[in-house]
């Protein structure tokens, strides 16, 4: 994500909706800025830095829905599948190769999507408690001061909160 002196990616700065020079120029934003940043532990007027806490937030999110959602729909058939194999299955007349037969695709898929979902729980814990969910809210409330209507924003950079900025 970022070099060990500091710098972040060129694709990171570009996820910027403001530059800090561009904020700079609201009276008042700056104070309101570094009150909320300190609140969140970052500085919102320094580029680089909001630059890589977006891009973790984005990271992030996207970590949390790709797999919530594909372990979602893998879970499906394989609960389809477990309560069919458990209600007309006669145990007792099928061989073990054909128990094997019957239950690895099931037992695979319903792995997989616990695995994934599991995934995006983690994810999700790290979102809430490394403080991004935070730091996002406080840069939000930074360009709502600035004036950027959140119809303007990403979809991934909008308000999971409900709350409504602009």
Known sequence: ????????????????????????????????????GAERGIDYLDDPQVAAMLQRHRRLLSGMNSRGLWGGLLFAPGAVGAWFLLGTTDWSTSGTSADVVLCTPVALLLA????????AF????????????????????????????????PAWLKPVTGERWR
Do not use: C, K
């Open 112 to 119: 997989i999507s616990v695995y994934l979902l599991a995934r």
């Open 122 to 153: 983690w994810f999700r814990h790290v979102w809430l408690r490394g403080g991004t969910r935070d730091q996002v809210n406080g840069y939000l409330q930074i360009l709502s001061a600035a004036g950027l209507p959140q119809h303007g924003l």
């Open 1 to 36: 994500m970022s070099a060990a002196d500091g710098t972040v990616p060129a694709e990171a700065l570009d996820l910027l909706q403001v530059r800090a020079a561009q904020l700079a120029t609201v009276p008042g934003l700056p104070e309101a800025a570094r009150t909320i």
